[in-house]
């Protein structure tokens, strides 16, 4: 280094100054303002934030936000008296423990209880539960009848197997709190079985499965042969094959292995659509497990087609995380979110049914049932779970695993039926 040389040393911030940096918030780069403002009871650091476009913004949301948390009232915490007076109101007084009856319990100790830490609408539906399914049955019976036999009178009261479900879930609660404050040593739920119910929608399933088949044959024959429906006929193809409503949303082309080369296309289904903070791409399935599904030709064909209408309309794309690439994008370059994918569903059948719509219509999760009859009807139950993923009983999952013949051999029954389509 020459004598003329010098060297530039970024000085420090003083301590007390804070810190600023850039960051993500829902996917959109902001400043970020930040200073310590002491330290939480357990001895956390608790910090204020400020967000903006630009540093100056940033600071300044920070010192309003400051401002307003100097300003606003500040929660007292209970003093060790109050918390004994708390603990003493939901405590048993021991001596009378056998005079105290079970609907004089839950309305003047654990519903308050409850009310103080849950939500009006939640503590509406607990009363209304409380009120309907159970004090009817408890009236003047005392806590230490409080057993087996009257839970079980109280869940035999209800004729809707999804109500004696939230019945019982609501006696669990009642339980471990009685368990809590001392009122019953034992808990009598322990040789009660949780109550099972088939969903309503479930039972429908079995009713219309045929049906929809039938429907979802003949609307991809037609949207097959149109071609302002390339991205619904693509849509329905890749549901055809057992894909999650999210998995299909979050396909990047990197899911796609060996697209170029006939017969040995395969989808590596190994993430999903994220939205619960913004839109990111979630590195793994519903089930954290990694599925390999062989491709018929004319998904192939399809996705190949996509992929050269996408080169064409990437340019929006990049302003989303980790989605520069992503399978599905609109016109526009915008990524295709679940309310848009729905919107697409609805228009769909809306256009096939007409006026027979609502009596008709199916949920996309249908498409994964309508896939897993196709594949049962030639495919052992293991190479078809590994193909849906599904972990349900409904597929025996204690078969041995899926050979890459049996896969292909799936590959190509899903092939000939589609054959029938184009």
Not at 245 to 263: Q, S, V
Not at 370 to 395: H, R, Y
Request: charged share 25%; glycine share 4%; proline share 3%.
């Amino acid at each position: 280094m020459s004598q003329h040389d010098t060297i530039t040393i970024m000085a420090r911030r003083a301590y007390g100054t804070g810190s600023i940096y850039r960051t993500k918030v829902r996917g959109k780069e902001l400043w970020c303002a930040e200073k310590a403002a002491g330290k939480n009871p357990n001895g956390k650091r608790k910090k204020i934030r400020g967000f903006g476009e630009t540093q100056k913004e940033a600071k300044a949301n920070l010192e309003k936000n400051i401002v307003k948390k100097i300003t606003q009232p500040q929660t007292q915490q209970p003093t060790i008296q109050e918390l004994l007076q708390f603990f003493n109101n939901h405590q048993t007084d021991t001596n009378a423990i056998n005079n105290i009856t079970i609907k004089e319990i839950i309305e003047t100790k654990y519903l308050p209880y409850k009310e103080e830490r849950t939500q009006q609408k939640t503590n509406d539906n607990r009363q209304g539960i409380f009120k309907k399914h159970i004090l009817p049955y408890v009236n003047n019976t005392t806590i230490d009848n409080y057993n087996q036999e009257l839970i079980e009178k109280i869940l035999n009261k209800s004729t809707e197997p999804a109500t004696t479900k939230t019945i019982y879930s609501q006696i669990r609660a009642l339980t471990t709190y009685l368990i809590n404050y001392g009122y019953i040593a034992q808990n009598p739920l322990s040789q009660i079985p949780k109550p099972k119910y088939t969903p309503k929608n479930q039972t429908r399933n079995n009713t219309i499965i045929d049906t929809a088949t039938d429907d979802v044959r003949t609307i991809v024959k037609q949207y097959s042969q149109d071609k302002t429906k390339e991205t619904e006929t693509l849509l329905l193809l890749l549901l055809l094959m057992g894909l999650r409503r999210m998995e299909l949303l979050g396909l990047t082309w990197d899911c796609i292995l060996n697209i170029e080369k006939k017969g040995q296309a395969q989808l590596l289904v190994k993430q999903q659509l994220d939205d619960k903070k913004g839109f990111r791409i979630k590195p793994t399935t519903k089930t954290s497990e990694i599925r390999t599904i062989y491709l018929p030709e004319d998904i192939r064909h399809a996705l190949l087609k996509r992929k050269q209408q996408n080169r064409k309309i990437y340019n929006n794309i990049e302003k989303y995380e980790n989605l520069e690439s992503l399978v599905f994008i609109d016109d526009t370059g915008e990524i295709i979110t679940p309310n848009k994918l729905r919107g697409i569903w609805k228009r769909i059948w809306k256009e096939f049914y007409r006026e027979n719509y609502e009596s008709n219509k199916f949920t996309i999760h249908y498409m994964r049932h309508i896939a897993a009859n196709l594949l049962l009807q030639s495919q052992s139950p293991q190479t078809t779970q590994s193909i849906i993923g599904d972990k349900e009983a409904v597929l025996d999952k204690y078969y041995s695993h899926a050979s890459r013949k049996q896969q292909q051999e799936a590959a190509q029954q899903l092939q000939k039926w589609l054959t029938t389509l184009f």
